[in-house]
Each structure stands twice: as structure tokens, then as C-alpha cells.
């Protein structure tokens, strides 16, 4: 596969990931609060969640369903094709633009959440 596909995957997922962890901070009360909902909303889903260690296709509808808002579910499937059959743009492109639309919904409801003021 292309190094540039997998730089390009791995700087939009950080980007989604960025803005979840904004977001979280932005809502949350404080900073324990903050570093608990993190730990259940993106590091087991991801792990779980993502493709990585449970195929999806053996997942219940329900269940597969979630792993749509999950952005590390799109970064696997870009990854295991890069490594495994190298540019296959069918698969790679779609996941890319989930990662990119992600990002930007997570870094806009940031912005939106987030309050300018001086303390």
C-alpha cells in the first residue's frame, strides 16, 4: 500500500479523535469526569468496536449499526487494505471521507459548544 494513504487515514483520524476529545472536555464538568467518559466512549468502543479484534459482518445488525459512529472502524478497514491488497481506492476512498466528515462534525460542534471569554 501507499505511505501516503496511511498518513493521510492516520492524520484524519486523529482529527476525528481530536475533536471527540475536545468535545468530551468541553462538556464535561470537570477533568475526572472528562478523562472517565473518554475512557468509555472511545477507547473500549474502538477497541471493541472498530474491526480490529471481532469481525463486523459476524456482529448483530444491532450491534454493527453503532460501529458506524466509531472512527476507528474506518481507520482498521484502511489499514488491513493498505497492508493486505495495497490501493484498493473502492475501499479506501469511502472510509477517508467518513473520517474527513467525523473530523469536521466533531471539530464544528466544538467550536459551537466552546465559549470565547476571558476569566
Do not use: C
Amino acid at each position: 500500500g501507499s505511505m501516503w494513504v496511511l498518513l493521510l487515514a492516520s492524520a484524519l483520524f486523529m482529527g476525528a479523535a481530536l475533536g471527540m476529545g475536545l468535545l468530551i472536555s468541553v462538556v464535561a464538568k470537570n477533568q475526572f469526569v472528562a478523562g472517565q467518559v473518554a475512557i468509555i466512549v472511545t477507547f473500549l468502543p474502538a477497541f471493541i468496536l472498530s474491526g480490529f479484534v471481532f469481525d463486523l459482518h459476524s456482529m448483530p445488525d444491532a450491534i454493527r449499526v453503532i460501529t458506524y459512529i466509531v472512527p476507528a472502524r474506518y481507520l482498521v478497514a484502511i489499514m488491513q487494505t493498505e497492508f493486505l491488497a495495497g490501493d484498493v481506492w473502492v475501499v479506501v476512498l469511502p472510509n477517508l471521507l467518513a473520517l474527513l466528515v467525523m473530523a469536521l462534525l466533531f471539530l464544528a460542534l466544538v467550536r459551537r459548544k466552546s465559549h470565547k471569554h476571558l476569566e
